[in-house]
């Protein structure tokens, strides 16, 4: 069996470590911008539903509860505007980045198999290639792919890290071109509810899709928009082709979201208000950094929507990342999503509002 590091890339934080000691050492504290994960507090209405089910002593089911799987099937139409949605074409997952890491692994592909994202992206696509001995490629239109050998198209709307946000006529035409030569579409829709300069559609929208959901599904995340990156709560939703059989081979590798998990995602999906408040959190948010981060120097590109600005200085992003961190400010260097970022860095909206002031002021 080959070694660890012949089929994984280097992980891509630990680079970090050396300008997060130097953030750290300011005398008024790190502000760490790196990572997206969030700070506020757990909804009340979440937590009591989690507490409620805290006496959970069986096993949960892979499919997860005829109560969860009617709050998806609800939140999908309400939300993204889709139809005629069964519990054949929902299936919870725990937590999106294992779906995303082990997807490729699950749907059969290997050697001779081809997987496909985009240019700048988020590295688990990758990893979950890697994984399955697939090969793999970035691509910037992935209509101008060769369809030869490529059977899983990711797409990622709005993007980590870029923040763009694909248009319902590109998606569109992305749909149509990848069932015209038989590829599955996975679109990753995890930041869909942070849209702020733009209105972001899901492949599950009958305006994208036709009506049907041969050949998608889309992946869904309840981390950013209800702070439950800790629950690991998450859905699948689309094509029962695709569903069925992944619902089978989990049952099998037994994986499970916890029973008072799927309780809070069955409040969570059953509340707006809440996504509403955080939204402001983060809209409040963004609009400082994105203004102190202008004034600083910094160009912004795309950034439409999600929990990041994508911000260059026009250097390499580790001059940029080196420079903040001697603010005490602690970024995502670009070229962790791709060789394309090189001099970019991402800039998180996921600090309390003390720290995200202190970042202000030190720019």
Wanted: proline residues 7%; aromatic residues 8%; negative net charge.
């Amino acid at each position: 069996m080959s070694a660890v590091s012949d089929r994984l890339p280097t992980f891509p934080w630990d680079k970090l470590t050396p300008y997060k000691a130097t953030a750290a050492a300011h005398p008024d504290g790190i502000v760490d911008l790196s990572v997206g994960t969030p700070v506020d507090p757990v909804p009340e209405l979440i937590q009591k539903a989690l507490v409620a089910a805290a006496d959970s002593p069986g096993y949960p089911t892979v499919w997860g509860t005829p109560e969860l799987r009617d709050a998806i099937t609800g939140w999908v139409e309400r939300r993204l505007g889709a139809r005629d949605v069964t519990h054949r074409h929902v299936l919870p997952i725990v937590g999106s980045k294992e779906l995303v890491a082990w997807l490729p692994t699950q749907l059969g592909l290997g050697p001779g198999d081809r997987v496909a994202f985009p240019r700048l992206a988020y590295p688990t696509y990758e990893v979950g290639a890697r994984l399955a001995r697939a090969a793999y490629e970035a691509y910037d239109d992935p209509t101008e792919l060769d369809p030869e050998g490529l059977r899983l198209l990711w797409l990622n709307s709005p993007s980590n890290p870029t923040g763009k946000v694909l248009s319902k006529e590109e998606l569109t035409r992305i749909v149509a071109w990848a069932r015209a030569h038989g590829i599955l579409v996975v679109s990753d829709e995890c930041y869909l509810e942070l849209g702020w300069e733009a209105d972001p559609v899901s492949v599950l929208h009958p305006d994208v899709n036709g009506g049907s959901y041969d050949g998608i599904v889309s992946v869904h995340s309840l981390s950013k928009r209800s702070n439950l990156a800790g629950y690991r709560a998450a859905f699948l939703a689309g094509d029962p082709a695709v569903l069925g059989p992944l619902l089978e081979i989990r049952k099998h590798g037994g994986m499970m979201t916890s029973a008072p998990t799927q309780a809070a995602v069955v409040a969570a999906l059953g509340d707006d208000e809440h996504v509403r408040v955080q939204r402001e959190r983060y809209a409040a948010r963004r609009t400082l950094l994105r203004e102190a981060l202008l004034g600083h120097g910094f160009r912004i590109e795309h950034s439409e929507a999600s929990l990041y600005l994508w911000a260059t200085r026009g250097e390499s992003c580790w001059d940029t990342v080196a420079h903040l961190a001697g603010l005490g400010i602690l970024v995502a260097p670009g070229d962790f999503y791709g060789p394309a970022g090189a001099q970019f860095v991402r800039v998180a909206l996921t600090a309390t509002d003390e720290r995200v002031a202190a970042a202000v002021r030190r720019l």
